[in-house]
T-cell receptor
Framework: DVKVTQSSRYLVKRTGEKVFLECVQD?????MFWYRQDPGLGLRLIYF???????EKGDIPEGYSVSREKKERFSLILESASTNQTSMYLC?????????????FGPGTRLTVT | LAKTTQPISMDSYEGQEVNITCSHNNIATNDYITWYQQFPSQGPRFIIQ???TKVTNEVASLFIPADRKSSTLSLPRVSLSDTAVYYCLVGDIRANYGGSQGNLIFGKGTKLSVKP
């Protein structure tokens, strides 16, 4: 079974702090994604990576950056956390071999910025 | 970019068939349509995917008309355990390669409540 793990289920940070959210997948997938999920807004893509050191912006990249130094690991960075970044963050991965891809999601990290 | 629209919520009873429709008027030629299920405190889970016509697997069917501007997820004989949020996703991940930004667009989700 594909396993996507996220470093924390719950995280509380203060405004202005630098925050790292880590995601690891064990299926040798090329593609990795970061989404945020908010009530009434559904899932919105923040960033996407299709290879090591490659990244592409999604719908809402402002205030975020990402890092992918190894194939299995994709990190989301909040350089200076703000209260409007309080949200559920979901990581996903998928294979690029298939035209009809399927994304595998981690359990999510609920981040609260106070 | 293909924007998706789904009903916010639906109610059903055990044993009934449930159909959830997603509208995606601006779907692109290479876009696939994928449906995910999400339970509280979990990440979404893949249900079914299609490009056109009808697709069926062990848990659901997906109907896509010829113009592909909508899709309908059909859940046969739902049970209480099917209570969840269902998302449709339209896009082609390969369109993101090299920065062309063919973004993946999730709908806002349909909360399905199944009652006994």
């Amino acid at each position: 079974d594909v396993k996507v793990t996220q470093s924390s289920r719950y995280l509380v940070k203060r405004t202005g702090e630098k925050v790292f959210l880590e995601c690891v997948q064990d299926m040798d997938h090329e593609n990795m994604f970061w989404y945020r999920q908010d009530p009434g807004l559904g899932l919105r893509l923040i960033y996407f990576s299709y290879d090591v050191k490659m990244k592409e912006k999604g719908d809402i990249p402002e205030g975020y950056s990402v890092s992918r130094e190894k194939k299995e690991r994709f990190s989301l960075i909040l350089e200076s956390a703000s209260t409007n970044q309080t949200s559920m963050y979901l990581c996903a991965s998928s294979s690029s071999d298939r035209a009809d891809y399927e994304q595998y999601f981690g359990p999510g990290t609920r981040l609260t910025v106070t | 970019l293909a924007k998706t629209t789904q009903p916010i919520s639906m109610d059903s009873y055990e044993g009934q068939e449930v159909n959830i429709t997603c509208s995606h008027n601006n779907i692109a030629t290479n876009d696939y349509i994928t449906w995910y299920q999400q339970f509280p405190s979990q990440g979404p889970r893949f249900i079914i995917q299609g490009y056109k016509t009808k697709v069926t697997n062990e848990v659901a069917s997906l109907f896509i008309p010829a113009d592909r501007k909508s899709s309908t997820l059909s859940l046969p004989r739902v049970s209480l355990s099917d209570t969840a949020v269902y998302y449709c996703l339209v896009g082609d991940i390969r369109a993101n390669y090299g920065g062309s930004q063919g973004n993946l667009i999730f709908g806002k989700g349909t909360k399905l409540s199944v009652k006994p």
